[in-house]
C-alpha cells in the first residue's frame, strides 16, 4: 500500500520568509500524482498545487512551489513571502494515474505557524 | 454553487445511538469518499465509492456504513456511535479517470462528538 510521510509536525515561519515543508512517499507506480493541501482554522481543505509523476517540471502556483524528485520518491513544498494568511495545517497526497485506484492517501499533517 | 454539501456542520451524539452523515455532490463525478480526520494522524479514508451501487472499505471502517443508489448521493452510518468515532467527518469526491488531472472536492466537514 502506499505510504505518504510528513516528517516536521510543526514549523514557523516569519512573516515574509521562505519555508520548505516536507512530504517523501513509498509507491511501486511509475505515474501517479501528488498534491499539496491547506487547511486552515476553517477546517475547509483547499488545494494548493498538483504534480504528475510523468512531468519533470516542478509545478509553481505564485508564491507556491514543490521540488519534486521522483527517484527519491520526495515532493516538498515551497512557499515564498510568506504571509500570515499562509498559516495553517498542510497535507500532502498521492493518488495513482492509471486503473481503478482514485484513493487519495493522505500524510499526518504539518502544522504552519507564521510570526509577524 | 456547484460542489460537495456535507450535512450537519456539529453534531453531539451519545454512546449506542445511530446517525447518517449526509454527502451530496452536483458535479457528476463518479468517485466519492469519506474520511475521518484526528489529531497526528492525517485524514483517513472510512469507505469509497465508485460508482451508483459499488462501495468498498477504506483504512478505518469498521463501525460505518455506506451505501450509493444515486451518482450525487453518499451517505455515511453509524450504526452504534462509540466514544472513539469523535472526529471531524470529510466527505471528498472526484472525477474517476481525471480524477489526478482536475483534483477532488471536500465537503467543509462534520465535527462529531460521542459522549
Known amino acids: 500500500a502506499q505510504t505518504v510521510t510528513q516528517s516536521q509536525p510543526e514549523m514557523s515561519v516569519q512573516e515574509a520568509e521562505t519555508v520548505t515543508l516536507s512530504c517523501t512517499y513509498d509507491?511501486?507506480?511509475?505515474?501517479?500524482?501528488l498534491f499539496w493541501y491547506k487547511q486552515p482554522p476553517s477546517r475547509q481543505m483547499i488545494l494548493v498545487i498538483r504534480q504528475e509523476a510523468y512531468k519533470q517540471q516542478n509545478a509553481t502556483e505564485n508564491r507556491f512551489s514543490v521540488n519534486f524528485q521522483k527517484a527519491a520518491k520526495s515532493f516538498s513544498l515551497k512557499i515564498s513571502d510568506s504571509q500570515l494568511g499562509d498559516a495553517a495545517m498542510y497535507f500532502c497526497a498521492y493518488r495513482e494515474s492509471g486503473g481503478s485506484n482514485y484513493k487519495l492517501t493522505f500524510g499526518k499533517g504539518t502544522l504552519l505557524t507564521v510570526n509577524p | 454553487n456547484a460542489g460537495v454539501t456535507q450535512t450537519p456542520k456539529f453534531q453531539v451524539l451519545k454512546t449506542g445511538q445511530s446517525m447518517t452523515l449526509q454527502c451530496a455532490q452536483d458535479?457528476?463525478?463518479?468517485?466519492m469518499s469519506w474520511y475521518r480526520q484526528d489529531p497526528g494522524m492525517g485524514l483517513r479514508l472510512i469507505h469509497y465509492s465508485v460508482g451508483a451501487g459499488i462501495t468498498d472499505q477504506g483504512e478505518v471502517p469498521n463501525g460505518y456504513n455506506v451505501s450509493r443508489s444515486t451518482t450525487e448521493d453518499f451517505p455515511l452510518r453509524l450504526l452504534s456511535a462509540a466514544p472513539s468515532q469523535t472526529s471531524v467527518y470529510f466527505c471528498a469526491s472526484s472525477y474517476g479517470t481525471g480524477g489526478g488531472r482536475y483534483g477532488y472536492t471536500f465537503g467543509s466537514g462534520t465535527r462529531l462528538t460521542v459522549v
Open positions: 509507491t511501486s507506480e511509475s505515474d501517479y500524482y
Open positions: 458535479m457528476n463525478h463518479e468517485y
